[in-house]
C-alpha cells in the first residue's frame, strides 16, 4: 500500500514590498500566487499582447497565478501593469521560486530524515515562462 507524503502545498502567501494602489487610493500588499500549471505557461504564447511584445509575457503570466491582492480576487493583466516595478520584479521572483524555476540554488529535503540542503538548479532560462 502507498505511503500518503505530505500534502502538495499550491498556494502561496506573499507580501508586495510597495503596494498595488487602487482607483480609491487603497494599498494592496498582501496577496496569494498558486502554483502554474502547463496551460498557464503556455496560453500566454498566443496572446497578442505577447506576440506583440514578448516582455509581456510576464505580466499575462502573474495574472494567471495572482489569485488575491489585498481585497482584490480580479486579477487581470491592467492590474499588474499598474504595479510598481519594484513590486513586479518581486512576483517575477516569487513566481520563480514557488515553481522550482530559480537560477540561483534551490533547497531540498532528504525524504528519509528530512535534512535540507542547497542544489543547484539546472532551470534554464531566467525569465517567467521559460523552462
Do not use: K, W
Not at 520584479?89 to 530559480?102: C, E, K, S, T, V
Amino acid at each position: 500500500m502507498p505511503e500518503n507524503g505530505p500534502a502538495l502545498r499550491t498556494t502561496y502567501d506573499f507580501e508586495l514590498p510597495n503596494g498595488y494602489v487602487d482607483g480609491s487610493g487603497t494599498v494592496h500588499r498582501n496577496g496569494s500566487m498558486r502554483l502554474a500549471t502547463a496551460r498557464d505557461e503556455l496560453s500566454p504564447l498566443i496572446d497578442q499582447r505577447v506576440r506583440e511584445n514578448p516582455a509581456y509575457l510576464g505580466v499575462v503570466l502573474l495574472s494567471l497565478v495572482i489569485t488575491r491582492l489585498g481585497t482584490l480576487t480580479d486579477i487581470h493583466a491592467g492590474v499588474v501593469e499598474q504595479l510598481f516595478a519594484q513590486d513586479l520584479a518581486y512576483l517575477q521572483d516569487f513566481y520563480r521560486r514557488i515553481n522550482g524555476l530559480d537560477s540561483g540554488h534551490g533547497a531540498v529535503a532528504c525524504p528519509s530524515c528530512g535534512t535540507t540542503f542547497a542544489l543547484p538548479s539546472t532551470a534554464p532560462g531566467g525569465r517567467l515562462g521559460e523552462a
